[in-house]
């Protein structure tokens, strides 16, 4: 493995997305730890899009007064 893919390894490791298995050195991917990854970045997701979406109304509003005479 090369340093890049170790670090990679670790890191999926402390996420939780892959577990080892029942031998040493065998690991599978996780789902459960993917899907609890999912549910503490949705929130912030979410909330991203709405923001993103009240600036894009705003601003809408704000052209379409100004250039009403």
Sequence with gaps: MTKADERRFERLLRQGLIREGPT???YYYDAAG???KMRRTLPLLLGLVVVLGAVIVGLAW???RRGAP
Excluded: I, K, M, Y
């Design 34 to 36: 993917q899907r609890a």
């Design 62 to 64: 704000r052209t379409a």
């Design 24 to 26: 040493p050195g065998t």
